[in-house]
C-alpha cells in the first residue's frame, strides 16, 4: 500500500521525545504498509469529504517508574 503523510506529520513526530511512541508509530506504519486492505486495520476512519484520508488513532501507553 502506498502511503503518503501531509508534512505536518513528519513536524509532529519530530518533536516527540519518547522512544518508546516513536517505536509504535513506525512499526503502525510497517504495518499499513503490509496490509492488503485498510478496512481490515483496526481504529482506522475514513474522513469525510476526503476521497483516500482516512485517520488512524493509536493508543499507546507508557509506564514510568517513579
Do not use: C, W
Amino acid at each position: 500500500m502506498i502511503l503518503l503523510f501531509e508534512e505536518q506529520f513528519s513536524k509532529d513526530i519530530d518533536k516527540i521525545t519518547v522512544k518508546s511512541v516513536k517505536k509504535k508509530i513506525e512499526k503502525t506504519i510497517i504495518d499499513l504498509k503490509e496490509v492488503k486492505t485498510i478496512t481490515r486495520f483496526p481504529n482506522i476512519k475514513k474522513l469525510t469529504g476526503h476521497k483516500l484520508a482516512y485517520r488512524l488513532e493509536l493508543t499507546i501507553i507508557d509506564y514510568v517508574s517513579f
